[in-house]
């Protein structure tokens, strides 16, 4: 059964951190890419970071140097560590295939709020 379940999100001040968590099936995580998303309010779907089954990863501009995204294989688990957070980084965020589009299938998601 296809499942993504993504984790701690909340409010944090600018400058914080936050690490969130993404428990994948295997039929998603199994030798596959990860990516996280996000979405602000009425914006699009963003891909923010992705980790290849090699381990490499890539990034959007706007988080580069700041977010790390890592995967643990034995865990069917996608991490993705923010730092120096500002507020336009305020967001639901999701986990998903690079390759995945609206109609795919997606999890809750996890809000993250950067304020003061």
């Known amino acids: 059964q296809v499942q993504l379940v993504e984790s701690g999100g909340g409010l944090v001040q600018p400058g914080g951190s936050l690490r969130l968590s993404c428990a994948a099936s295997g039929s998603i995580f199994r030798l596959n890419a990860m990516g996280w998303y996000r979405q602000a309010p009425g914006k699009e779907r963003d891909l923010v970071a992705v980790?290849?089954?090699?381990?490499?990863?890539s990034y959007a501009g706007s988080v580069k140097g700041r977010f790390t995204i890592s995967r643990d294989n034995a865990k069917n688990t996608v991490y993705l560590q923010m730092n120096s957070l500002k507020p336009e980084d305020t967001a639901v965020y999701y986990c998903?295939?690079?390759?995945?589009?609206?109609?795919?299938?997606w999890g809750q998601g996890t809000q993250v709020t950067v304020s003061s």
């Open positions: 998903n295939r690079p390759i995945a589009t609206m109609s795919s299938y």
């Open positions: 980790i290849n089954s090699d381990g490499s990863t």
